[in-house]
């Protein structure tokens, strides 16, 4: 049924089996990133399109961990050279070529980890900063659907997918299509991949978080901008990381 009751209770399952399949990755993805962070390094991550969402659900937000990049197509234009009018290209997530600008603009350090998202985990600027990026030594975690991207032809030339250049594939447990309801004449209707990249995010900010308190360490968190004292403690701890965070997107 086409309603938000139906979509409701076909979303409850989906959430079900992700906290039971990815209970692993999520604990070597925290792993991974606790080890960055502990040697000084800052969580990049990056998302085109929709999964634009998971980037941002990470970064610069109330309760998330301080050293952490967004990474965006507006990159191009904010930070470099790019005419504004690029943006407009539908297809530049496809653009092989784009993830070197961005990865030049990120200026990431050794001990970066980058967190790269993917419903279908075949665009030529996904798949190429996954391959720059571990190329330059960094760990990479990638967020895709594994049923998405089995049934689709990888766009980079060299035919591979996210999934396959990364050293943690957290599946974000949406369907082929990523749409959740099918509807009568064919085609289905409301997306899934925004929820669980969602849940994933602060899966993994709460387990990277555990990791700290169990070492008797004191996890770098932001407060909320609008309560009494947040913008004292989050420019405190920004100030740690100073020209590695941006924050404009």
Do not use: W
Not at 56 to 77: F, K, S, Y
Not at 86 to 108: G, M
Not at 216 to 244: K, Q
């Amino acid at each position: 049924m086409i309603s938000a009751a139906g979509y409701a209770e076909a979303v409850r399952p989906v959430l079900d089996r992700l906290l039971d399949s990815e209970a692993d990755g999520i604990d070597r993805a925290a792993d991974l990133i606790t080890a960055s962070l502990r040697s000084g390094g800052v969580v990049q991550t990056f998302g085109a399109g929709h999964s634009e969402v998971f980037a941002a659900e990470l970064v610069a937000r109330a309760g998330g961990l301080v050293p952490t990049n967004r990474i965006t197509l507006h990159d191009l234009v904010l930070h470099g050279d790019a005419p504004r009018d690029v943006l407009a290209d539908p297809k530049l997530e496809r653009d092989p070529a784009v993830a070197h600008q961005l990865y030049e603009i990120a200026a990431p350090a050794p001990q970066d980890i980058f967190l790269v998202a993917s419903q279908s985990g075949i665009n030529g600027s996904v798949v190429e900063l996954a391959e720059l990026v571990t190329g330059r030594g960094h760990r990479l975690i990638a967020v895709t659907s594994v049923a998405h991207t089995a049934r689709v032809t990888p766009r980079h030339p060299s035919g591979r997918r996210l999934a396959d250049l990364a050293d943690v594939v957290l599946d974000n447990g949406a369907p082929y299509g990523d749409a959740l309801l099918p509807l009568p004449g064919g085609g289905a209707v409301c997306a899934v991949s925004t929820v669980t990249a969602a849940l994933l995010a602060q899966l993994l900010t709460a387990e990277v978080v555990r990791r700290f308190h169990l070492a008797g360490e004191a996890p770098p968190i932001y407060l909320s901008a609008n309560v009494p004292g947040g913008d004292a403690h989050n420019n405190a701890l920004e100030s740690r990381y100073a020209g590695r965070l941006r924050r404009t997107a």
